[in-house]
């Protein structure tokens, strides 16, 4: 029997095909070097969430690329909109993918662009995990780019911790996770850093939440700030705002989702839903 997953539509270089339709040359320069971007939304009844914040991103990144050719928004959202239909997926999840084709000897490099969209539940109930920490900055944090070997070699003592990321810091300043931007919360203040980190769109929308009524700053976190605060949480796409309850073999607060975090989950939750319906 054939999956949801074998049956799903891309859209592949133009075109909408089933996912098993398409091939990507052995020889593919991206793939060789690491040469490309991608970027990442959901969709909630079946329309994108914070869709423009997500294009604007993906456009930034693929300036840093200088192919033959843009990808242009309103490609994209055509795309989108093809394969919402095709799939009726209502809750999902779309991966834009952009690579470079062609010979490090060409003059100009050529994109192979495509979208990969699948069903993603939205979780009723708040999730938590844990962190580990590497010494590490990301290169070219602000684009969002295919290197996650970092992240990818610790992938064992990950799992021993049973981490759902890995925490960078460098000189004792706290930067981001390997794929969610970090929040830690005091006394009530919730901070959060601005250097080093990729601006995560679901970060921007917590801002916003934040000012309705709650303390925070942006500003720089020491990794002792995380181990003492009181709550710790972490922010992407697919978490949203996922509470942590341990960071290496230091417990976080009283080693339980906290109350601030909680309450953020909900308001933000009903932020999404409003923009949503």
Not at 79 to 105: P, Y
Request: aromatic fraction near 10%; hydrophobic fraction near 35%.
């Amino acid at each position: 029997m054939e999956s949801i997953r074998d049956m799903a539509f891309c859209y592949f270089n133009g075109q909408i095909l089933e996912e098993p339709e398409t091939s990507i040359s052995i020889h593919n320069l991206g793939l060789h070097r690491g040469f490309g971007i991608f970027d990442f939304f959901r969709a909630r009844n079946g329309k994108p969430t914070f869709f423009e914040d997500y294009l604007d991103r993906f456009d930034r990144s693929q300036e840093a690329l200088h192919l033959s050719r843009r990808i242009e928004k309103q490609e994209i959202k055509e795309a989108v909109s093809s394969l919402i239909l095709k799939n009726g997926f209502e809750n999902a999840s779309f991966k834009l993918i952009l690579l470079a084709q062609g010979s490090e000897t060409d003059d100009s490099l050529d994109p192979l662009f495509y979208i990969i969209n699948s069903p993603h539940p939205v979780s009723p109930t708040i999730q938590s995990s844990n962190l580990i920490t590497h010494e590490y900055v990301r290169e070219t944090p602000r684009i969002k780019h295919l290197n996650y070997f970092p992240s990818i070699q610790l992938h064992e003592r990950k799992m021993t911790a049973k981490a759902v990321d890995v925490l960078y810091y460098k000189k004792g300043i706290v930067s981001e996770a390997s794929r969610s931007n970090v929040f830690v919360i005091k006394d009530g203040l919730v901070k959060t850093p601005e250097r080093n980190i990729l601006h995560g769109i679901t970060r921007k929308h917590i801002l916003k939440v934040l000012e309705g009524g709650f303390d925070y700053e942006i500003a720089d976190v020491t990794l002792d700030e995380v181990y003492a605060a009181d709550e710790v949480f972490i922010s992407s796409t697919i978490k949203e705002i996922m509470p942590i309850l341990k960071v290496d073999d230091r417990t976080i607060g009283t080693g339980n989702i906290g109350p601030i975090s909680t309450q953020l989950w909900q308001e933000f939750r009903a932020y999404i839903d409003q923009l949503s319906n």
